[in-house]
Structures are given as structure tokens and as C-alpha cells.
């Protein structure tokens, strides 16, 4: 019976991640995409990066579009805009191979390496484990959990013999130990993703500063492709942090946010 | 030798600071001084610069640090003599030491030149000579260097005579503007009207600084020769050929060079010309030159050039075109050319799928042709094909700027075909010949776009979707409904059982009025049975049970346990059982004893009243 709760709450969860993802673009919007794809076959590629710009600028929200941007930008030599489409790609569709192909070919291309800092504490052993899934697979496992858990309350209330009220009662501690956990991690994504920003650095080399203004000291420099987090942002400055602990003070046109 | 010159120099030695001379006396009578042999000089003439250290018993004398003198080229030097003089006065005996460093010097400008202060360390001090300047004039002035020089020249002391006639010499370059890594070849020639005792040697060798520099072997039947220069005849003797080669773009000097050159001079001292030879070693340098190097052109960079500048050509062959599977297959791939031969870059080779590669033995040989540097260089690989059948080797591609037309030229070789047949005992088995291996990629591009079927919008995410919210709410939502339902039910037949019990009064005083009326009628039993009925129908309404199910037993119980005292238990109880015996006596029942009955049912109930009256129903559902 459980099993059979879960893969409808598995089928409601699948159904409601693709959330209008059937809603088929309309006519233009695959006009438009065709188009670009025929640009880039035929190797105009700024004519296809301009059409599938055109189309993201619709509100066309597809991670073929971005990934397709992403393929004319690196043939025009654009590492850093690259990689900053294909992120955007990967955040709508985590499990695409051909996204998370290409962008750890063209990470490799970058020259920047970071090291998680801390590697092998407790904390990187977690930060592995939530890697494990994505928000949206966390959200739908919640969900069956937690609607089996209340599956479980409505037994217990029900339930007229006492034999029954306890194995209820035994069912619902089993099943709140994973609903805990898994709604932990959830809520550390999701708490993560209303207050962290991403960026990609858009150009060859830049200095971080010490300060938000010129004249502060060069800290360490970055280039092309490199993802940073941007912790606050003061003017036109931004003061981004990177996975291996340094962080400076960027002007906030050198980076792409995602 | 040296021995028998030194001690002729202490013989011959004289008092110091002759001319210009500026002894500094220090703390411990040692005293550093400086002197030159002449105050004006031309141009091309040699300065000598003598340094003299004395003292009593000087501690260490480390060589003067030269690196002060800006405006002199050192051509010679030093050459280092020691002497010891000891001097009697007043019948002491007193020894003094002299040390003394000799440089010949070429101006490096025209005007009052001056020799500052040149440090010289004794022991642990530093002492300091004095500036001393010169005035160099245009041309030539001095018809020989003057002063000994001994050491590293050939030159020997004494007075000596002139040199007849001129010598100069010349550094060649045959261009002045070429591209990085194109040849330029640098002939260094003297000039001279006297006659040469000796081959000149150049005394000082710039560093060539930018360049990568190859020597080029002299033809000996051209180094000398008799030339025509303004009108008079000179011996032309050419010194040394270097082929150099810029490495980097930008004006690059090729400093000074000085050259010592042995020439004969007249002595009229015939007792002279038997103890010296006579010799003497002109210093002459030639001008610096300065060549312009252009940088190669970015635009139209074939993606194949390695760095080869000059001319070229490509031979790629194989050693064979019928070979077996795991067989080797010798692939060279020359180049030959004139240029910097060992500047050349491996040639692309094309990505070789079908076979294995090994790493290339490479080949270099350097000629010289008519003064250019050239040769071959080559690269010999060993191939073993994996697969049978036709496997073409495709076409090497080689790239190098050629410095005379200005661009870049790529060439490609041509394809060769090699049949590759099956390995031995493998025939027609496929799989056996070849030894099984992992397909393995050489190019790394991205993956390909994706097609329009590809593209579907994607709304929100499925954990900021409505849904997810929905569905965190359904359990909560059905379980407390399912709560509230069940318990409005159990309210309601509580509150069905409160109704039946407030009614209970009522419908117990109807019977009871009824009960009268059958009194007064006279009917016993069914007076006894309505009184019967009355009290258990309001027993029935208050416990909200049905009243057939109440026994005499069962409703002393349950009052008990409400809390109905003894007294009222006792009516009841007596009342029930007047009414049954009643009911069932042969006999009717008198009219008084009936109201005696009537009275106590009346009774009975005003007492139950009391005790359940307010709480009637409660707890009747559990």
C-alpha cells in the first residue's frame, strides 16, 4: 500500500515539476528556435546566439534554449557568457547529460581552480550528501513522506481498536525520522536558494579588490568562466566569495548572475 | 717570461704619478691612486689607465670594481704587475710594496670624458682614486698606444716605433630591417696597410643580446685579401662570419666589438729589433649597429605554424604501403630549408585514429650554403595499424613564414595510401587479428545543439509550484476533518441522549395523570401497569436507554453508580415491585392503596429528578 502511495505521490511530484512543462511553446517561439538551430548548423553563430536571445527575452524559460545559446557562444569564443548559459540551463534542468557535459568540458577550459575549502570535514561530507539530489526530487520525496505520515494520522484517528492506534502510532515515529531529514535538507535548499546569488565572471581577467572602489588593494585575480557567490552588493561594486574561501570586491558589470 | 718582464719592470720602475697621478694617502700608508698616459685622445684612439695600490704591507687587494666607468669601453686590461721597492735613509731600510692594474680604454664619446672615482677594496676598507678627467677629440690623434700592456696582450714594452699606414676595423651586417627569426649574417673584417704578424683576435665578444647567434665556418682560401679602400691598398682579413637570428622583435643592438691587431712597426734601433720583436697590438673596434626587427603578422596565421621562418619544403613517406595489422609502419616526415632549422616546430600530424602512435625520434643536420644557414630536420615515427583494410595516411600539414614574400605558407603533403592486410592466423575471423580496444576520443568539442522538440517551456519548478502547497496541506486538511467529523458525531448522540433526558419529567407526569385517570376508573392492573411504565419509560429517557432492556439489577446498578442515594433506590425499588405484585395479584388493589402507590411513584420520581436531573445523558453514549 505504502508503495503504491508513494508512486502516486511520485507521478503527482513528476507532474507537478514539469508544472505546464507540456504546455507547448507556441508556433513562433518554435519558429524562432528552429531558426537559430539552422544559423548555428550552417556556422552563422552570432545569428543564432541573437535568435535564441530574441526568444529568451520572450519569456521562453527552456534549458534547449539555453544550452543551444550556450553552443554558439562558446563557437564565437565566449568562454564566460558560455558557461553562464549553460548554469542557467543546468538550474532548470539538473539532470540533462548533454548540460552537465558541456559544462565540465568548458570548465576545463577555464584557468581558474578552486578548492571547496574544509575538504573532508563534517561539513563537506554534508554538502556532499545534499548534492545527492536536486531541490525538486528533495520537494517530491517530502511530499509522498509526509503525505504517508498523514496518511498514518487520519489511521490513528480513526482507528476504533487499540491494537490498530498503536501500530499507527509506531507507523508515524518510522516514517517522521526520513520526513525529518529529508526536510531538513529542503529547507537548507531552499533557504539557500532565496538568499544566495550565483555569478559567472564575463570577462579575461579581473582584479579583486579589497574594497568597492579602484583605489583599494588587488587581492587575487580571476578570469573567464570562474563561479563565484556574490555576498552583497554596495553601488556598482559587488563583493563575491569563492568556493575555496577568498573573497574581494568586483564592479558588478564583470559578472553574469544566476 | 712573465717572470723576466716583471723583474724588468722593477728595475725599470719609476716614481708614481707622473702625469694626472692623485695618490690619496689613507690611515695605514696605503695609499690608491690612478693615472692615465695622456690628457687628450681622439676618438679612435686607446686610453691606458694605470691603478696603483701601494703600501708598506698592504692587506688583500681585491680587483678595482670597474662598473663605474660609463664612459670608456675597456678593450684590454687589466693586466696586474706587483713590485717591491725597498729605499735606505738614514741608514733604515724601508720596503714598499706596489701593486698595479693597467686597462686600456676606448672613449665611448667626444668632449671632456671623465674616469670617476674607481673604489678598490684593501683588506676590509674601501678606498677611492681620484676623477681624473680626458678631452677626446674627434679622428685619430696617437700613432700607437702607449704605456705596457702585458697579460692577455701580446704587446710587449719598451719604446717601440709607428706602424706604417692605417688599420681599421668593421662589423658587416648584409641587412638592417628583417623579421624575428629571419637570418642576418655578421662578418667581422679588418683593414690594414701595414703588414700583420699575426691572425687579430677580437679581444671582447658582445653577448649578442636577442639573438640566436650560429657560427659560420670560414672559407680559409677568402679570408685574406688584398682590397682597393680611397685610393690606397689595404689587407682585408676577414675574421669571423656569424649567422644571427632575432629572437625578439623591436630595435636590437649588436654592441662594440674590440679587436687586437698585431702589426709590424719600424724600429731604427737595429739592437732593439734583435731583443723585441717588432710588434705592436693596435686595439680597434667597430661601431655598434642597431637592426630593426619586425614582429611576424598575426593576420593569416595558419593554425599548423610552428615557429619556422625561411623557406621550406615537406616530404612525408612511408616505409612501406602493404603492412599487417600490429605490424610497425615507419612514417618520416622531413623538412628541409634554409633558415633557423633548429627553431622549427614539429609538423601537425593528423589525428591517426586506426593507428597507434609512438613518440618521434627527431633528426637535426645544419649546413651552410653561400652563407645561409640551413638544413633538415626530421621526424621519424613508428606506426602500428589496428585495424585492416585501406587506412590512408591523411595529409601533414607544415606552415613557415617566408621572410622574402612576406606571408605565411602552408603546405600539405600528399595522402598515402597503406593497405593493411589481416595479422597471421586471423583470416577471416574478425576480432582475432585485432587486439580488442577501447574506442577512445581524440577531438573534444561540446555536444550539439538540441533540436526543436526539444524545446518545452518550463513553468515554475515542481517546489514552488501551487501543487507542492496543496499537497503539503491535504493531510492536514483530511485529518482534521476526519477529527472534527467523528467527533461532532459522538457530540450529537450525547446531545440526542440530553434531549430524551430533559423530556423524561414530562412524559412521566402524562403517565402518571393517565395512572389517575385509571384509578378513578377503578382498573388495578392497568393502573399499576401505566405507573410501571411510567417510572422505567423515565428511567428508560434519563440513563437514554431503551426501557425493555432495564432489569432490577441493571437499574440499581447504574444508579448506584450515579450517585443516586439509598433512600430514593429504596422508592424506586419498592414502587417497581408494589406495581409487579399488582399487576399480577389475583385480587384488584384498594382505591387507598393504589393512591398510596400513585403518591410514592410521584415521589420517587421527584427524587430521581433531583439526583439526575441536571446531568442526565452524560457519559450515555460511552
Known amino acids: 500500500m505504502f508503495a503504491l502511495f508513494l508512486w502516486c505521490a511520485g507521478c503527482t511530484g513528476a507532474g507537478g515539476g514539469q508544472g505546464g512543462g507540456t504546455a507547448v511553446a507556441d508556433r513562433e517561439a518554435r519558429r524562432l528556435f528552429s531558426q537559430g538551430n539552422d544559423h548555428y548548423a550552417s556556422g552563422r553563430y552570432e545569428d543564432a546566439a541573437r535568435d535564441y536571445r530574441q526568444l529568451l527575452s520572450e519569456g521562453v524559460a527552456s534549458e534547449a534554449v539555453h544550452y543551444n545559446l550556450a553552443n ?32 565540465e568540458f568548458l570548465r576545463s577550459l577555464t584557468s581558474d581552480r578552486t578548492t571547496l575549502s574544509g575538504a573532508r570535514t563534517t561539513t563537506f561530507f554534508l554538502e556532499r550528501l545534499l548534492a545527492i539530489t536536486t531541490i525538486d526530487e528533495d520537494a517530491v520525496l517530502f511530499t509522498a513522506l509526509y503525505l504517508i505520515v498523514g496518511l498514518l494520522v487520519g489511521l490513528r484517528i480513526a482507528a476504533s481498536s487499540f491494537r490498530l492506534q498503536r501500530a499507527a502510532v509506531w507507523s508515524i515515529a518510522a516514517f517522521s525520522l526520513p520526513l525529518a531529514l529529508v526536510g531538513t535538507g529542503l529547507g537548507v535548499k531552499l533557504y539557500r536558494q532565496q538568499t544566495q546569488i550565483h555569478a559567472i565572471v564575463l570577462q579575461q581577467r579581473v582584479d579583486v579588490l579589497s574594497g568597492p572602489g579602484e583605489d583599494n588593494t588587488t587581492l587575487f585575480t580571476v578570469h573567464e568562466g570562474l563561479k563565484v557567490r556574490i555576498e552583497t552588493a554596495q553601488g556598482s561594486w559587488s563583493q563575491v566569495s569563492l568556493e575555496n574561501g577568498l573573497s574581494g570586491w568586483v564592479p558588478a558589470t564583470v559578472l553574469g548572475e544566476f | 717570461m712573465r717572470r723576466a718582464a716583471v723583474l724588468l719592470v722593477v728595475c725599470l720602475s719609476t716614481p708614481p704619478a707622473l702625469d694626472g697621478g692623485a695618490p690619496l694617502a689613507v690611515a695605514d700608508d696605503t695609499t690608491v691612486s690612478a693615472r692615465v698616459d695622456a690628457a687628450r685622445i681622439g676618438e679612435g684612439d686607446t686610453l691606458t689607465l694605470t691603478i696603483e695600490v701601494r703600501g708598506t704591507s698592504p692587506p688583500r687587494i681585491q680587483d678595482p670594481d670597474m662598473s663605474s666607468l660609463a664612459d670608456f669601453t675597456i678593450a684590454a686590461g687589466p693586466s696586474i704587475s706587483t713590485s717591491t721597492s725597498m729605499v735606505w735613509s738614514g741608514g733604515q731600510a724601508s720596503s714598499s710594496t706596489s701593486k698595479q692594474y693597467t686597462y686600456a680604454l676606448f672613449p665611448r664619446r667626444k668632449g671632456t670624458v671623465t674616469i670617476p672615482g674607481i673604489a678598490v677594496m684593501v683588506g676590509d676598507r674601501q678606498l677611492r682614486t681620484e676623477p681624473i678627467s680626458v678631452e677626446v677629440v674627434e679622428g685619430r690623434i696617437r700613432k700607437a698606444p702607449a704605456g705596457p700592456l702585458r697579460g692577455r696582450l701580446p704587446a710587449v714594452g719598451g719604446p717601440a716605433g709607428e706602424p706604417e699606414g692605417e688599420v681599421l676595423v668593421e662589423a658587416q651586417v648584409d641587412r638592417k630591417e628583417v623579421y624575428v627569426g629571419e637570418q642576418v649574417l655578421l662578418t667581422y673584417k679588418v683593414y690594414s696597410e701595414p703588414d700583420l704578424v699575426d691572425v687579430p683576435g677580437p679581444q671582447k665578444l658582445p653577448s649578442y643580446t636577442g639573438f640566436w647567434v650560429e ?80 614582429p611576424l603578422p598575426e593576420k593569416g596565421r595558419p593554425a599548423s605554424f610552428g615557429g619556422a621562418v625561411g623557406r621550406f619544403t615537406l616530404e612525408v613517406k612511408t616505409d612501406r604501403d602493404r603492412t599487417r595489422v600490429n605490424d610497425a609502419l615507419g612514417l618520416k616526415i622531413v623538412v628541409r630549408g634554409t633558415g633557423n632549422i633548429r627553431t622549427v616546430g614539429e609538423p601537425v600530424l593528423p589525428p591517426l585514429s586506426d593507428y597507434k602512435r609512438y613518440d618521434p625520434r627527431v633528426d637535426e643536420v645544419k649546413e651552410v650554403t653561400q652563407d645561409r644557414v640551413a638544413g633538415s630536420k626530421s621526424w621519424d615515427y613508428v606506426l602500428t595499424p589496428l585495424a585492416p583494410g585501406r587506412q590512408e595516411i591523411p595529409p601533414v600539414r607544415f606552415a613557415y613564414f617566408d621572410t622574402t614574400r612576406g606571408t605565411y605558407v602552408e603546405i600539405a603533403s600528399e595522402p598515402i595510401p597503406v593497405m593493411v592486410d589481416r ?121 437514554n436507554l431503551a426501557p425493555s432492556g432495564l432489569t432490577q439489577q441493571g437499574i440499581e446498578e447504574l444508579l448506584a453508580g450515579r450517585g443516586v442515594d439509598e433512600a430514593v433506590r429504596g422508592e424506586l425499588r419498592g414502587c417497581l415491585e408494589k406495581c409487579d405484585y399488582a399487576r399480577f395479584a389475583p385480587s384488584a388493589s384498594g382505591k387507598a392503596e393504589m393512591d398510596a402507590t400513585l403518591e410514592l411513584a410521584e415521589r420517587t420520581i421527584v427524587g430521581l429528578e433531583r439526583h439526575l436531573g441536571g446531568r442526565a445523558g452524560k457519559g450515555a453514549a460511552a
Open chain 2, 423 to 543: 595479422g597471421e592466423g586471423g583470416a577471416g575471423s574478425p576480432g582475432t587479428d585485432v587486439a580488442g580496444r577501447e574506442v577512445t576520443a581524440f577531438g573534444r568539442d561540446v555536444r550539439y545543439i538540441k533540436p526543436v522538440a526539444a524545446l518545452v517551456s518550463r513553468g515554475t519548478p515542481y517546489h514552488r509550484s501551487g501543487l507542492f502547497l496543496a499537497l503539503l496541506l491535504v493531510p492536514v486538511l483530511a485529518d482534521s476533518g476526519l477529527y472534527l467529523l467523528l467527533r461532532r458525531r459522538v457530540r450529537m448522540a450525547a446531545e440526542a441522549g440530553r434531549f430524551r433526558g430533559r423530556r423524561a419529567p414530562g412524559f412521566a407526569r402524562r403517565r402518571l395523570k393517565h395512572a389517575r385517570r385509571l384509578l378513578a376508573a377503578g382498573k388495578s392492573r392497568e393502573f399499576h401497569q401505566e405507573v410501571a411504565r411510567a417510572l422505567t419509560g423515565y428511567l428508560g429517557d434519563k440513563l
Open chain 2, 215 to 294: 657560427e659560420i665556418p670560414l672559407d680559409p682560401r677568402s679570408t685574406v685579401r688584398r682590397v682597393p679602400r680611397g685610393g690606397r691598398s689595404y689587407l682585408e682579413i676577414t675574421l669571423m662570419k656569424k649567422a644571427i637570428f632575432p629572437t625578439t622583435s623591436g630595435d636590437l643592438a649588436i654592441e662594440e666589438t674590440v679587436v687586437g691587431v698585431p702589426v709590424k712597426v719600424r724600429s731604427g734601433d737595429p739592437f732593439e729589433s734583435i731583443f723585441f720583436a717588432p710588434v705592436k697590438t693596435l686595439l680597434r673596434r667597430t661601431q655598434p649597429i642597431t637592426i630593426h626587427v619586425k
Open chain 1, 72 to 103: 554558439a557562444l562558446f563557437k564565437l569564443n565566449q568562454l564566460g557568457p558560455a558557461i553562464l548559459e549553460l548554469e542557467k540551463a543546468a538550474a532548470l534542468a539538473p539532470g540533462d547529460p548533454d548540460v552537465q557535459a558541456n559544462l
